[in-house]
């Protein structure tokens, strides 16, 4: 069964740091990882969808990488803004379609 | 635009009383899944359509039930809500080829 782990749970940082969210899988066999924000009471707005074949996406300020052999991805996100506070988390597809979430990180951005 | 669209955005039920909750697409996915989020974790998917194929997770309670008519549509039945389904329930879609999914806004069900 795939597990998915995302670490920090929480994270606060000053405005304009460069940082990085975790998230591992222990099951590399899957068709694509998916990064989402969801904002507090709101539904989930994709960031970055990163194919099994890839090794990273870019948008933006925002950069996906991938790792399957090791089953990690990290989201980099530079010069954070307070508008960047919300609650991150990766999804992994298998070829079967199920998806499986991590429980997230909560990102704060202090002005 | 093309969206997944979620009714009621709000719902409030009673205890043991059956409701419905809907999703709608104009993306033409051949996909669409149904997931609980309780407060401060992590979607739990509860079923999935692929085309027609219905495909159940082994832990989702009976009590759990979904229907989808057609492409556009689908539909989740809470035959009998308990205090413990009071959640967000979130409709997603995704399609052939990347099948990046997209999320409606999501449903909150309130149970008394």
């Known amino acids: 069964k795939q597990e998915v782990t995302q670490i920090p749970a929480a994270l606060s940082v000053p405005e304009g740091e460069n940082l990085v969210l975790n998230c591992s899988f222990t099951?590399?066999?899957?068709?694509?990882l998916q990064w989402f924000r969801q904002d507090p009471g709101k539904g989930l707005t994709s960031l970055l969808l990163?194919?099994?074949?890839?090794r990273e996406q870019t948008s933006g300020r925002l950069n996906a990488s991938l790792d399957k052999s090791s089953g990690r991805s990290t989201l980099y996100i530079a010069a954070s803004q307070p508008g960047d506070s919300a609650t991150y988390l990766c999804?992994?597809?298998?070829?079967?379609?199920?998806?499986?979430f991590g429980a997230g990180t909560r990102l704060t951005v202090k002005p | 635009d093309a969206m997944v669209i979620q009714n009621p955005r709000y719902q409030v039920t009673q205890f043991g009383k059956p409701v419905t909750l809907s999703c709608s697409q104009t993306?033409?996915?051949?996909?669409m899944y149904w997931y609980q989020q309780k407060s401060s974790q992590a979607p739990k998917l509860l079923f999935h359509?692929?085309?027609?194929?219905?495909?159940n997770e082994a832990d989702t309670p009976d009590n759990f039930q979904s229907r989808r008519p057609n492409t556009s549509f689908c539909f989740l039945d809470i035959r009998s809500p308990g205090l413990g389904d009071a959640a967000m329930y979130l409709c997603?879609?995704?399609?052939?080829?990347?099948?990046?999914?997209?999320f409606g806004p999501g449903t909150r069900l309130t149970v008394t």
């Open positions: 099951d590399s066999a899957i068709y694509n």
């Open positions: 993306l033409n996915h051949n996909v």
């Open positions: 997603a879609t995704s399609g052939w080829g990347t099948y990046e999914q997209y």
């Open positions: 359509y692929y085309d027609k194929d219905f495909n």
């Open positions: 990163i194919q099994s074949s890839q």
């Open positions: 999804a992994v597809r298998r070829y079967n379609n199920d998806m499986r």
